[in-house]
């Protein structure tokens, strides 16, 4: 069955880049709250947790939504090419995205990115095959219980 | 947002919709039939009398809950959307991107005039891609998290009110301005929240035109 949830291919681009955005500020404020708290001298622990989240929230939440806008464009992009969807989408997609993130360290660490990437998408597509397989079988069909005689017209 | 802020009085004014009882017709009108071999007669079609005849295999049953566009009024936009959540991801990665875009030209054109004279080609490409990549994410950073401020103020407002319009954004500009700028002091806070406003308004304006 087709995923009813997400939206077609060129906007769902928008939708994931503000997603992942969204998600990595958000995190990015607990994770550089609690930092920036630990870090502080006493005393100075709420301005300190409060400037870290101010300096450093928008950047991790940035690097997200890099991630997840190019992941989504790629992952387009594959889909527009190989008319199919399957698992291996979203590893050639990590492919590409490694290896744009890393373009600016040169060719091998371009290259190491890129498989990096695939591998760790080939991950989390497996795991998701795992966990789609499990509930899968949890939610068999049963059989209705039939009554022994027929109903007798 | 319930869990949080207890339920509201405006779900009590939809009237639940009970299923209409639709009485289903075979092929025996009794009031038609005259006598017995009357509707002896005509063939009987055991298959309509499953809910489900007729309907092979191919039936494919949708969730429609889960994507059912909002209802709430004033809250058709240029992108459907099938809740606060949307609205967070489409602005939040669109302003991101405007601003990612904007800040991206700047410095460019700000590289363009400060490659050194004479500099081989590989200098001269990480000159203008250091340029770029200095205020293209800083720009967008800062608009992605302003557009995630407004959208979740915008939805809070639009929820509690069970509506959106222009007054919505303009109040959501304004209170996500205070908060960029809450920490500079009471002047640039003000300033911000005016200047968030005015931008808010301008939006809901363009977004009526469009």
New interface residues.
Partial sequence: ?AD??RDPCP?V???????A??MG?VGGSVWHGIKGFRNSPLGERRTGA??AI?AR???V??NF?AWG?LFSTFDCMVKGVRRKEDPWNGIIAGFFTGGALAV?GGMKATRNGAITCACLLAVFEGVGIVFSRMMAAQQQPVAPQLPDAPLSA | MSWLFGGNSKKEQQPEQKPEVQEQAFSFDSTSAQDVSSFLSTPMDTSRLHPLAGLNDTLEYLNIDDEALTDLQGAQGLIPSRGWTDDLCYGSGGAYLTGLGLGGSYGFIEGIKAIPSGAPTKIRINTVLNHITKRGPFLGNSAGVLALGYNLVNSLIGYQRGKHDAANSVAAGAITGALFKATKGTKPMFIASGLMASAAGAWSLIKELL
């Fill in positions: 069955m009813h949830s906007i681009i928008l939708s994931d880049f503000g997603g955005f969204a500020t409060l400037s101010k929230a928008p950047v939440g940035g939504g806008g600016r």
